[in-house]
């Protein structure tokens, strides 16, 4: 009936060009045509209402699911409207006909909360963590199958206990454990993975005081989260059989967050600098790059291995803009890119050199200032 009413309304509407009153609803490409020929776009649903996709070209539109197709987040997977409009009238049975071909066409995601842990995921840690930890978050906030589920009833209430969805066992802790809002509680699960990620050696480590401090949240929020999710996967490891994700050489890790953290600092400085200046910057720092070694292999260490290579590419980039003369301003903008801060780095910049200058620690003249042309 809203339809009929949609249609109405829109018949009055006259024609720009002729004044004509009468115009042909082609459903299909979105368009209604006047008599004179005048095209005009005409939609009665929202393409972006409720975050669905309507039309003809809706089964085309990529469904985002991290590398795993979840079947009940498919086009065509919303329930079909049962209905029989056998005894309606024609013009009723019109309308009950496009609903079906709406709900055919929509996607409908069943747990929002998993997007909106692993879009956190993703834009606080990046795609390569996001992609290496989708097991941990799904198994997070996603419920048992229908045959684990029928295994874990054959189990002890603790090991049933053990074996419950993770993300609602931190939802319904006590308000000192939990976020203030789901927005909360899914940035205290992702900051939870992504460290169980890096303890696990799935992925890199991460410092959680930096997003502590920026969220408000604390210490104990995030480690109840993560001891509730670490037992739930101990115990699908142990009576799911499900496999262990194979573990990252340190050296690998070590050279994904290198590519990682220099293509964000780059981009961040590249903004504010000349071309000119971009480039010496680059050139410069890889120099200093390649004198310390880093990122090294799994057969060569580099000279700073035993210090984060945040902390390390920081330096090196800081110590780069000095000696070109461009540091003016951008020692925080470096700081916070690397996830640090500008006092840090400016401290473990001064040390690296003192311990270089004294001999107690060789980095092959890295820190220097000097430029190459």
Partial sequence: MNNEKERKKEKKEACEECGSTEFTIDDIRAEKICECGLVIDYQVFGANDDTRQFGENATTTGVRTFGVTDKNNAIGSATMSKKDIRKLSASQRRSNYKIRLVERGTVRDKHPFYGKVMRDLESRYGLYTAFGIEHLARMSCLPLTDEQENIREGLKSCDQKRLAMPKQSICRQKADLKGDSEESNARIIAIALAELGGDLQITSKIDRRFDLRRFGLTNKQISSAKSIILKHYKARI???????????????????????????????????????????????????????????????????????????????????????????????????????????????????????????LFVDGAFDDFTLF
């Fill in 238 to 360: 142990s009576f799911l059989e499900e496999p262990k994700p194979r573990r990252i050489h340190p050296s690998e890790l070590r050279c994904n967050d290198t590519d990682q953290v220099i293509a964000h600092l780059e981009g961040n400085l590249f903004a504010s600098l000349s071309d000119a200046d971009s480039d010496a910057v680059h050139r410069n720092a890889a120099y200093r790059l390649d004198l310390l070694g880093e990122p090294g292999d799994d057969k060569v260490s580099p000279l700073t291995v035993n210090t984060n290579i945040r902390m390390v590419i920081a330096c090196v980039y800081y110590a780069t803009l000095q000696s070109l003369g461009l540091a003016e301003g951008l020692l925080n903008r470096v700081a916070l890119t690397c996830r640090l801060t500008g006092s840090g780095v400016s401290s473990r910049l001064e040390q690296f050199c003192k311990e270089d200058a004294t001999g107690n």
